[in-house]
């Protein structure tokens, strides 16, 4: 049984109600296909920070509930570089696997060629300390344009709603139920084919909510060690932007197992971050 005060239940209820809306609207009216589709799942993104400010307003906690200071640095550099790192490694263990094809670049002759994604400094062949830069900056530079949006749903998931859970329930609970309200929180679009179109219902119900979960996980240990929302702003930059990379890798006739690999990534992930959380706390 989740605590939460009553008015926090109503917060999540608006923010749900006004994401499905706009979802839906944008769904009914061709998707993806739809002109105003970018603008209406953009404005999505920020409902959850601006549901959480206007509730800090209201009931005059004021501003400064949410963790907006540094915190500890480490993990500012954490949220940057763990995606990147995960997103390069799972690219090549991946493809060395089996499991996906790498159509992201090619290794020939100690060399990066047919590189297939924007890369900051080039494309063109380069040697592999050079690519590795390349990858790195690349990386951090996605992370930081993309956080641009990711901050109004981190302002309110772990900024204002992850507090708010820690508050009344166990680190297990507040961050599985923060995981699955987020993971849900996508359900009109994941269940339209958004992420998942051929098994759209399997995604919806079954491979998104779970992957939100352990992402919680991941989240909540950047979080919760440094004191400060920005990690996860950085953190869900990346992973909305140089992970696509590996979440778009060529399954072939495998795609289901593909994106069960990717679930079993983050399950690795997460188990490992939720472990060190509890370290530290009680579960």
Same mark, same amino acid.
Do not use: C
């Given at each position: ?166 508050? +009344?329930?166990?680190?297990?609970? #507040? !961050?599985?139920? /923060?995981?699955?309200?987020? %993971?849900?929180?996508? &359900?009109? =679009? @994941? ?63 495998? +795609?289901?197992?593909?994106?069960? #690999? !990717?679930?079993? /990534?983050?399950?690795?992930? %997460?188990?490992?971050? &939720?472990? =060190? @959380? ?6």
């Amino acid at each position: 049984m989740i605590k939460l005060e009553k008015s926090v239940w109503l917060y999540i209820g608006l923010v749900f109600l006004l994401t499905y809306t706009l979802q839906i609207i944008a769904i009914a009216n061709g998707g993806e296909d739809f002109a105003l589709s970018p603008l209406f799942i953009g404005l999505t993104m920020f409902l959850p920070g601006i549901g959480a400010i206007m509730y800090l307003i209201k009931t005059k906690q004021g501003l400064k509930y949410i963790n907006w200071r540094i915190g500890r640095p480490k993990f500012i550099l954490l949220s940057v570089l763990l995606p990147i790192v995960i997103t390069l490694m799972g690219i090549v263990v991946f493809d060395k696997l089996g499991l996906g094809f790498n159509n992201v670049f090619s290794l020939q002759n100690g060399t990066i060629k047919n590189i297939e994604i924007p890369l900051f400094l080039g494309t063109d062949e380069q040697s592999i300390p050079f690519f590795l830069l390349n990858f790195l900056v690349t990386g951090i530079g996605f992370s930081v344009i993309t956080s641009l949006l990711t901050i109004g749903e981190e302002i309110g998931w772990r900024g204002f709603l992850q507090k708010k859970l820690l508050e +009344k329930n166990s680190i297990f609970k #507040s !961050l599985t139920f /923060l995981g699955l309200l987020w %993971g849900f929180w996508h &359900f009109p =679009l @994941i269940v339209n084919g958004f992420n998942f179109p051929e098994y759209p219902i399997l995604g919806a119900f079954l491979i998104f909510p779970l992957m939100t979960v352990f992402i919680s996980y991941f989240f909540g240990w950047l979080t919760i060690n440094s004191k400060s929302v920005w990690p996860a702003v950085f953190a869900h930059g990346g992973i909305n932007s140089i992970m696509i990379f590996l979440f778009e890798m060529d399954f072939g006739d495998q +795609k289901l197992e593909g994106n069960f #690999s !990717l679930l079993g /990534l983050w399950v690795i992930i %997460g188990m490992t971050s &939720f472990y =060190l @959380i509890s370290k530290k706390r009680t579960i």
